[in-house]
């Protein structure tokens, strides 16, 4: 009897680990088609190996100087860190990125005591991605638009030094989300 017990448990171990593998196996083989998937939820086609970003240009209303370079920079350090593709700067890239900083724009959020409270900064991006690779697809246009809020207290130059990595990184992540991601 104790026999036939250890026989049936090696039995449905030996069961239940092929499932495990098979589950395993169906889920690669999903997974190996023809795009390339990241732990950070890009997806890019697997022909895709190089990336250019060009400098993002500030063509809003106000003009805070530092905001392009910076936002250009933080993009393509996020895009090469977190996805295969090779920076380059020339016009041979498997994708092209180019766009301007669209909006630049200071209001009132907040009222208190009929007293301005609070200000917001809003802050547009719009962006154009050339898949070189793929000639005949469309270029694809983005826009990014994120809200700040900030003590009415301050003057838009204090605001901006306060607020300038929240907006680069909030800019940077929701650009790099729209750009390589289909969630």
């Given amino acids: 009897m104790l026999v036939r017990q250890r026989i049936h448990c090696t039995s449905l171990n ?22 390339v998937y990241t732990f950070t939820g890009a997806n890019i086609p697997a022909e895709i190996k190089t990336v250019r970003v060009q400098f993002i240009e500030n063509k809003a209303r106000y003009n805070n100087p530092q905001l392009s370079p910076q ?45 301005v409270s609070t200000n917001r900064l809003t802050v547009a991006v719009s962006l154009t991605l050339v898949n070189r690779k793929s000639p005949g697809i469309e270029p694809r246009n983005i826009s990014a638009s994120r809200s700040f809020d900030f003590s009415a207290s301050l003057t838009l130059p204090q605001a901006e030094q306060q607020l300038n990595d929240e907006i680069i990184r909030n800019l940077a992540d929701e650009i790099f989300n729209q750009l390589f991601s289909d969630w």
Avoid: H, P, W
């Fill in 14 to 35: 030996s069961l239940r680990i092929t499932r495990i593998f098979l589950l395993v196996l169906f889920v690669m083989s999903l997974l190996s088609g023809c795009k």
């Fill in 71 to 115: 936002l250009t920079d933080k993009l393509r350090q996020k895009i090469v860190s977190q996805t295969k593709l090779t920076q380059v700067n020339n016009e041979n890239a498997d994708y092209d990125i180019s766009g301007y900083i669209s909006q630049y724009d200071v209001t009132t959020s907040g009222i208190s005591s009929q007293q």
